[in-house]
């Protein structure tokens, strides 16, 4: 790629930028949009709207920077939670790590790359039509002592790198404990869930339970609820809620009107009926229906062989969930139990062994969208490639030979037509994360993220590097000893992509994150249907989508440091620029559905530090290339000390993400002892793990005394 098809895809992506940012600086201003661009604040009550025309709205204004840069992490903690802070974290730690990598790269490397000669000799005339390559460390000649330089750069960005994780991982984990100790008793720190319930003759899951715990701890033990099968309650409570809300939407629409409609097929057959009147029968009918069914479950409902369990204290729990309970271990198996609200209900409905064959399934699946995504890979490469365009398709060589479009189909296009393929991808993984057997929509998000980052790693780094460069014999790669000569090959021929896809799928994700753009074509067009105003749902920051995405631009900048720093501005602006964006977001639009106390760190921490040593291998195959063995040695070591340094945090810091200490739990639960509410909260706790569908409910408008619900329990 030339330096002018770069510039082409910048300008491009900065135009598009810079639209989306001003007609976010004016739309958000309108009235009607305020569902759009501040849903958590209106939800909350801090946001009204206001009839009266001012000319300041069709104007303009930064105002909404200002607010996101001076909101304090405090501020942050306190109305988001500690996974938005860790998620801040993410982007302010890949800030510190490139501006530090940027100055090295941009002011030192890139000037020593430029002025060798190895593929051309330096020659500042017409600029534009120069290759990237110039500028990668490609142009050093073979055995040049300036590549000295690039090898004491790679010691000194793994330490910065290394000393950074470091002090984040340190931090979080203070922050964690920190956030524990602060908060109110909450009742998934007293719960356990405890599955492979053993079934004694003629008793039930109840009472195997009961007299377990009651015998093995007595003096900690406090209630346990058993999981029901509802999974038929769950789908007639999601079509009510979904006719409840059709009602709403007619009624808004003119009260006073009345709306006639065929009852039949797609409300073309059948007799005429005021539709209104018909739904609301239709809603009575399902309520009644549902509160049959929320009857005979309670009555007569078929048992889960899974539980929860509360206890009388914090330590009490901790001390159930990790001690192997049962001679036999896949009996009475216990874990943490979520938030009652984070509980993902359907999978009590599986038992082990289709969840265990879910796994299964879920591992081929996952490899066969690998494979098939090749497909778009290999095509989006071949985009790359002019000479590759014209031998498959002769007819439009006239059109490839125009400058401009050879500039947008070489430097814009590839990018693009990825990032289209890769919409699907983290949809799909959270559906595979969902049928593997988690408790917890957090746990289904935590995995969805990382089969999102691994697939985005191998996809769009490695199989993209591998069709795009010379080498196609896998094989190779079977040979440990050649994976960092064939990588120092592959990888810095598609330095150049990469740089364009920074610029395309970066900037512009950020900037159409910030418009949301899907949001606004809804609520407009509700708008102009005129549907209830009040009729919209928070959105909570898709950790899964985002994560892997900035993480995948962080092993970008990582594994090209060295070998084309040209990259390195462009990371930086995306950083900084998310940085402002996603702040504005979680403070007027993300609301938190779950708190997973900062769990989303070390999946951080594993990646980081498989970019370096994806770093350290280029470096010793690259150096072995450019005929300096003995800086390709000394790299090894540098290879034994990020791992080694990688092995003592796991050591130090891990364990706290996945439990806390006795010592955090006994200090807890002795501060309790004075707490005065403590008896009711343990009072609550009974009912605090009921599963939604067999909550009261009542959505139709005149329910009469025979319509009243059939099960009554207290409000929690």
């Known amino acids: 790629m030339i330096v002018s098809a770069l510039l082409t895809s910048v300008g491009i992506n900065l135009g598009i930028c810079i639209i989306f940012i001003t007609l976010y600086s ?74 530090v990598a940027g100055v090295v790269g941009v002011f ?77 008793p909450q009742p998934h720190q007293f719960t356990i869930l405890v599955r492979g319930i053993p079934l004694s003759s003629g008793g039930t899951f109840g009472n195997s339970v009961e007299s377990f715990f009651t015998e093995y701890h007595s003096s900690t033990y406090l209630s346990h609820l058993v999981v029901r099968r509802t999974s038929k309650l769950h789908g007639l409570i999601s079509d009510m809620e979904s006719l409840y809300k059709r009602v709403t939407r007619l009624k808004s629409n003119g009260p006073a009107q009345k709306k006639f409609q ?10 005429k009926v005021d539709i209104v009147d018909h739904y609301e029968r239709k809603l009575g009918d399902l309520e009644e229906n549902v509160r049959m069914g929320q009857s005979d479950v309670s009555l007569a409902g078929e048992e889960v062989p899974a539980a929860f369990v509360s206890f009388k204290s914090r330590y009490g729990a901790a001390i159930a969930s990790h001690i192997q309970q ?99 991808v983290p949809p799909i993984m959270k559906i595979f994360s969902s049928i593997q057997g988690y408790i917890s929509h957090s746990e289904i998000e935590k995995s969805a993220c990382s089969k999102v980052l691994w697939f985005t790693v191998w996809n769009i ?17 079977l040979e440990p000893k050649d994976i960092p000569l064939k990588l120092a090959v592959a990888v810095p021929a598609q330095a150049s992509f990469y740089i364009t896809y920074v610029v395309t ?70 950083y900084c620029l998310g940085y402002i964006i996603y702040r504005n977001q979680l403070l007027n639009v993300y609301e938190p559905k779950y708190e997973t106390g900062g769990k989303f760190w070390p999946i951080v921490h594993d990646s980081t530090i498989f970019s370096l040593l994806l770093m350290q291998a280029i470096a010793v195959g690259l150096f072995g290339l450019k005929k300096l063995p003995l800086a390709s040695t000394l790299t090894v070591p540098l290879v034994v000390l990020t791992l080694l340094f990688n092995q003592y945090c796991r050591k130090r810091f891990l364990p706290i993400f996945r439990a806390y200490s006795a010592e955090c739990l006994i200090k807890k639960d002795r501060q309790d002892q004075n707490d005065p509410t403590m008896a009711t909260f343990l009072d609550r706790l009974v009912t605090a793990y009921r599963d939604p569908a067999l909550m009261p409910i009542q959505y139709s408008g005149n329910v009469h005394e025979h319509n009243a619900p059939l099960l009554s329990f207290p409000e929690v």
């Open 26 to 99: 004016i739309l958000r201003k309108q009235p009607g949009n305020i569902n759009v661009y501040i849903p958590r604040l209106v939800a909350e009550g801090k946001a009204q709207q206001r009839s009266h025309f001012n000319i300041d709205r069709l104007l303009p204004s930064p105002g909404w920077v200002s607010r996101a840069w001076h909101l304090s992490e405090e501020e942050l903690l306190s109305t988001t939670g500690l996974d938005a802070v860790v998620f801040m974290r993410i982007i302010t730690f890949s800030i510190k790590l490139f501006s």
């Open 108 to 184: 030192i490397l890139l000037p020593i790359n430029y002025l060798g000669n190895q593929i051309k000799k330096t020659d500042f005339s017409d600029l534009p039509n120069k290759s990237l390559d110039l500028f990668s460390i490609s142009n050093v000649e073979d055995g040049s002592k300036r590549l000295w330089i690039h090898f004491c750069a790679v010691y000194f960005i793994t330490a910065v790198c290394c000393y950074l994780l470091y002090y984040e991982y340190k931090y979080i984990s203070s922050k964690r404990i920190a956030c524990f100790s602060s908060s109110k």
């Open 505 to 574: 799928t970066g900037w512009t994700s950020l900037s159409s994150e910030l418009f949301r753009i899907m949001p606004l074509l809804y609520n407009s067009i509700r708008n102009c249907v005129g549907s209830a105003d009040d009729e919209f749902d928070v959105p909570s920051l898709p950790y899964h989508i985002e994560i892997p995405r900035i993480l995948f631009f962080g092993l970008l900048g990582i594994s090209y440091v060295i070998l084309a720093p040209l990259i390195l501005p462009f990371l930086l602006v995306y």
């Open 461 to 477: 780094f490695f199989a993209t590097v591998l069709s795009g460069s010379v080498i196609y014999q896998l094989n190779a790669f």
């Open 326 to 424: 049962s001679d036999n271990p896949t009996e009475w198996v216990t874990e943490q139990a979520p938030e009652p609200h984070d509980v993902f209900w359907p999978f009590f409905s599986a038992s082990f062994l289709q969840r265990w064959i879910s796994k299964l399934v879920v591992i081929f699946s996952v490899a066969v969208l690998t494979l098939l995504f090749l497909l778009p890979v290999a095509f989006v490469q071949g985009l790359t490639n002019l000479n590759q365009l014209e031998t498959l398709f002769p007819f439009l060589k006239g059109i490839l030979t125009m400058t401009f479009v050879s500039q947008v189909i070489t430097g814009y296009l590839p990018s693009l037509i990825l990032q289209m393929f890769l919409l699907i």
């Open 262 to 271: 065929r009852d039949g097929f797609l409300g073309l057959f059948g007799r």
